[in-house]
Each structure stands twice: as C-alpha cells, then as structure tokens.
C-alpha cells in the first residue's frame, strides 16, 4: 500500500518572525527534498482536515483549549512563551496539525493505508495538558493516541520519540495512562530539562549524553525500546518524528545522520508487523537545519513506504 503523506497549506502560514528557526521553510525544505529524490511521486497526498474540539480536549483542558482560541492576535504576534507565539494564521494551522494525525488514524485503523506522515507544524510533543511551549500549541501526537483510543477502542498504543529534545507534553499527558507506551531518546541535561528521572513499564525514556552517535544511539534503541515494545505488543504506533538529533543540526548536539533515521524507521516497522497489523503514523516534530531536515524525511518515508 502506498503512504499516505499528509499536509496543508495553512501550515505555511504559521510564522513566528524571521528569526524564528521553526519556519515555514521547513515544509519548504521536506517538499523540495521529495520533488528532487522522486519520491514524491510513490506517495499518497491528502490535505489535513481541522481537528475538533472533542479531539483536543482528549488531552487538554477545556479551559486550555480555550485560552489557545483567545490568544489569536489580529496582527502581528503575541507570545506565549518566549519560544512559542502566534500570528493570525497560527491557530489555523494547530488544527491542521492536530488533525493530520486524527484523520491518519483512522485511515491507517479503515486499512486505506498501513503507514502515514504528517508533514505539519507547528509541531506538538513539548505541549502539556495545560501548558503551550517549546513551539508547541496542541500535542498533535497525543490528540492521535488518544482518538486511537477512544474511537476504535484500543487497549495498547505506543508513541516512539527519537527528536532531540524530550518530549515532556507526551509524558504529563500519558504518564499514568497503563494504555499508552512511551518510548524516547533526547539529548540531556538539554532542553527541556526533563524526562531523565522517569521511568517505568510504559515511560521508557533514555537520555543520551551530547555528542552522542549512530552506534550508541542504536544500542540504547535496542537495549531500552525493544523489550518495551515487546512486552507491551502495540496495536498502533504512532511517532514523534524530530530529525534534529543529525549532526548538521546546530539546534542541539547529537551526532545522527540518515543511516540511523532509516534504521529506526526500519526497527519500528518490525515492530509494526509483529504486533499492530504494519499500522504506524509518524508526525513531524523537530527539526532545523533544512537540508538535513529534507533528506532525513525522505530517508525516513523511503523506509516507510518500502521504497
């Protein structure tokens, strides 16, 4: 089955100012990068529906969800945090995103597909239940997980993480969720300082030291995750796909390059065929340095659609 790759357009128009380094010019970036490899052309392109307000207050509060709603500016941008703020189109695009991911869901869950990419922004995974930071608006990952589970009655989803920072809005929303497993590799001590001192049968997090490459990067996959994954035996995965963990990426300082994006793709692909039918989404996160971002996409959807 081809992959489904799931975007829209109001994800460009989210702009948090020139300096900003989560730019529309990463979309700009994955897109060309397919066009040049081909690749663009063995996959299945949908548009992104709006998520629901039932999708996001699965994860937020209602009164979270609706101070987002008000925090719209008329023009120019308001900031949330110092690293997250919005511009008019903002909130626009954070349903795109948050509803890429329901609507890959359920098409992955219908059989349509058994794999599929969300190509969105703003990414999600540093959002909390009740906290906008790190970029992040709505947990587009945690809004899928949770609509896996509410809509179609699964009793077992893992989110696998391998961006650079941790994902700490994952981890305040599902840490004492027995139905979700997290898996996670992240940078430490680094932003957001968290996630190094958790760990339990379903929150598998593995700080890794800077400078950390492919091979150890690997190991700890293979050693931590595996066993995780085996024991818990997901019906659906769904990933937090950061590639801001390369070497070229000058946001952080792990070492990895393509050949280890592939490789984890590779691994969660097994895993997919053992236990979840091959059903995996994965949701773009990090990611920075535009070159590296594009060829560590289409590295990551050559794995994915079997190419």
């Keep these: 089955m081809t992959t489904a790759f799931i975007s829209h357009s109001d994800c460009l128009a989210h702009d948090m100012g020139s300096y900003h380094p989560e730019s529309p010019l990463r979309l700009r970036a994955v897109e060309d990068q397919l066009i040049a490899s081909g690749l ?20 937020h509060t209602r009164g979270y969800v609706d101070s987002i709603f008000a925090a719209v500016p008329k023009a120019g941008i308001c900031h949330l945090d110092p690293d997250t703020a919005m511009n008019p189109f903002s909130l626009r695009a954070a349903l795109r995103a ?62 696998a993480d391998f961006d650079v920072h941790h994902g700490n809005g994952t981890e305040d929303i599902f840490r004492f969720d027995p139905r979700v497993l997290m898996v996670s590799t992240f940078q430490h001590p680094f932003y957001p300082y968290s996630g ?57 300082s792990l070492s990895l390059v393509e050949s280890d994006y592939a490789w984890i793709t590779s691994l969660l692909l097994d895993m997919a065929a053992k236990y979840s039918e091959g059903r995996i989404v994965s949701v773009l996160e990090g990611g920075y340095e ?18």
Aim: with cysteine; proline share 4%.
């Design 98 to 159: 948050a509803g890429a991911v329901v609507y890959a869901v359920d098409i992955v869950m219908s059989g349509r597909t058994k794999t599929a990419f969300c190509s969105v922004r703003p990414p999600g995974h540093h959002a909390e239940r009740e906290r906008a930071m790190g970029f992040c608006f709505f947990n587009n990952v945690a809004v899928g997980a949770a609509h896996a589970l509410e809509q179609y009655r699964l009793k077992r989803v893992c989110i």
């Design 196 to 252: 190094a001192d958790t760990r339990s049968e379903t929150m598998v997090n593995i700080p890794l030291p800077a400078y950390t490459g492919g091979e150890r990067f690997r190991k700890a996959v293979t050693d931590n995750w595996v066993p995780a994954l085996d024991a818990f035996r997901p019906q659906l995965i769904i990933v937090s796909a950061g590639f801001d963990a390369h070497r070229d990426d000058d946001m952080a």
């Design 40 to 59: 663009i052309n063995y996959l299945d392109h949908l548009d992104a529906p709006s998520a629901d307000r039932v999708h996001l207050e699965r994860v």
């Design 290 to 307: 535009l070159h590296a971002l594009g060829r560590s996409v289409m590295t990551h959807l050559k794995v994915l659609s079997g190419l």
